[in-house]
Structure formats: structure tokens, C-alpha cells
């Protein structure tokens, strides 16, 4: 029953976290570090207490596990914005996302943080799509999405959803 109640307050305190970082970035387009090392302490938390309850775990790797995959996401996300820096002469991602990332990377580890990505380019490929139907995006072609609130929608989804996504994707 503790355990439970735990278990349920990190989620709750690491979901509202994501819910303000998106509507921060939406509205301001900036990701502050303070939001991020709050996401970032409470990850740390549950991974030195290991919190889980009846084989749900929160964070279902393990504290080294969780740096490794930090790391590989920080590496790739560098890799890929100057990657595409050379091709559409401008960085895709800022430094609020890829911190972002990364620290999802280390609370729930490189698969589901890859999920959570891929789910978040389908949402922001959805938002364009929208804004192009409605003619919104041909005037504020300029003007960068936010990609801050799909990523937290993303990690949100894949901490909720990631074993059945996994499962599903397996089993096709």
C-alpha cells in the first residue's frame, strides 16, 4: 500500500512537471533548466529509492542503465541537429529539447525514449499537416513549432503506454 502510494505521487509530480514544461514552451518557446532539473531530481529519487510496485516500476531500468541511455540520446540528438544544421541551414531541435530527451532517456531508458520520440515527430507532423490545411503555417512559415509539447506528450505516452507499445509493435 505504501509502495503504491509512492509510486503514484512520482508519476503524478513527473506528469505535472511534462504538463508545465509544455505549456511553458509552447507559450514562450523556451524549455528553463530549473523545469528540467526538477524532472531530473525527481527521476534520481525514484531511481535510488526503486520504487515499484508489483513488478509497474516507474523507471524500468536500472540508475546505470539510465545514464547509459542519457547518453546515447545526448550523442545522437547533438549528431542529428548539426546533421540537419547543414541541410536546412538551422538547428531543428533547441538545447530545452535535448536536455528534455535526456532526461527522459534516463528515467525510462533508450527504447521507450525512442518511442517516445517517434511519437512525438508523428504529433508535430500532425500540427503542420493542420496548419498547412489552415493556411496558418504559409504565414508564419518562419516562425520555429515548438517541439518541447509533443516530446512531453510523447514521454507522457510512453511512461503510461510503453510495455504495450512494445508488446504490439513485437507481436506485428
Known sequence: MF??????LFLSAELMVLIFISVKDWN???IQNRYILVLFLLTMTGH????????????????????????????????F??????????????????????????????????????????????VLLFRIIRREQARSFHQALP??????AGLCISCLAGSRIIAWYISA
Open 3 to 8: 509502495y503504491s502510494m509512492i509510486h503514484n
Open 28 to 30: 514562450k518557446r523556451i
Open 48 to 79: 535510488l529509492m526503486d520504487v515499484s510496485v508489483e513488478e509497474v516500476e516507474i523507471w524500468p531500468v536500472s540508475l546505470q542503465a539510465g545514464l547509459r541511455a542519457c547518453a546515447v540520446m545526448l550523442i545522437l540528438m547533438i549528431l
Open 81 to 126: 541537429s548539426f546533421l540537419m544544421r547543414k541541410i536546412i541551414r538551422r538547428f531543428p531541435f533547441g538545447g530545452g529539447d535535448i536536455k528534455l530527451l535526456c532526461t527522459g532517456a534516463f528515467a525510462l531508458g533508450l527504447v521507450r525514449t525512442v518511442i517516445a520520440f517517434d511519437i512525438a515527430v508523428l504529433l508535430s507532423a500532425g
Open 147 to 152: 517541439f518541447g509539447p509533443m516530446l512531453c
